[in-house]
């Protein structure tokens, strides 16, 4: 029995319901947040969403989960413990989509002045492109779709790239001032862990548990590979 089996199943007791129930709503609030504080930094607009509440959202969600994955253990001992496993994994992503979420929306206080001009385009690309990977993300977690899972990965592929560049040209002089240079390039490289947390979790749809966190490089070999 694949995890997302067992966790649509009719018979799954209480503690499995809670805890699917939370990391949903980490990963909805996660989606927000990000939405928030990119809008802050890259968009220069207010942010009227409490980030530090919404992460200590998170946080108390992840300890519910937590809670509740050890009542399981303690009341099925032999029910297979890998599901587990794979979703304390998970819900360790998502928290720290909340970290870096607020930390994005905390930069904005460090730039001298508005992010406007070229230099911010491609985050803003990036950001664009991430949001739409939450979306796949969250889908193909609650369906157990291994089509938009393996999607998420190809995007977090070209995130990779795109960051790598955008951190290449800002180190290289492209942008106006020493302060605009530092903050996009911690923005970019925050908005590249975020990626990397989202390409997580949809691995644990494509993967067993021994193998999560793989790249979309190796899925396409899976894929393209005969049995």
């Not at 991430?130 to 157990?144: D, G, K, V």
């Not at 605009?180 to 644990?204: D, K, P, Q, T, W």
Request: net charge negative; aromatic share 4%.
């Amino acid at each position: 029995m694949a995890l997302f089996d067992w966790l649509k199943g009719g018979d799954r007791p209480a503690q499995v319901d809670d805890a699917f129930a939370d990391l949903q709503e980490m990963l909805r609030i996660g989606d927000e947040m990000f939405g928030a504080a990119c809008g802050h930094l890259l968009d220069n607009e207010i942010l009227d969403l409490d980030l530090e509440r919404r992460d200590d959202e998170i946080d108390r969600r992840e300890g519910h989960l937590r809670a509740a994955v050890q009542a399981y253990l303690a009341s099925q001992p032999g029910r297979p413990q890998v599901y587990a496993l794979k979703l304390l994994g998970i819900v360790q992503e998502a928290e720290r989509i909340g970290d870096l979420s607020k930390s994005l929306g905390d930069l904005a206080s460090l730039a001298t002045r508005p992010r406007l001009g070229p230099a911010v385009l491609p985050l803003r690309n990036a950001r664009n492109e991430i949001q739409a990977m939450f979306t796949l993300t969250r889908s193909c977690f609650r369906e157990n779709d291994v089509t938009r899972a393996e999607a998420v990965l190809t995007l977090h592929e070209e995130r990779k790239r795109e960051i790598q560049s955008i951190i290449r040209d800002l180190a290289t002089g492209r942008s106006d001032s020493v302060n605009e240079a530092v903050v996009l390039a911690l923005a970019a490289r925050m908005l590249g862990r975020v990626s990397s947390h989202l390409a997580n979790i949809a691995s644990s749809v494509v993967f067993p548990f021994e193998q999560i966190r793989r790249t979309h490089i190796e899925v396409r070999d899976r894929i393209d590979k005969p049995d």
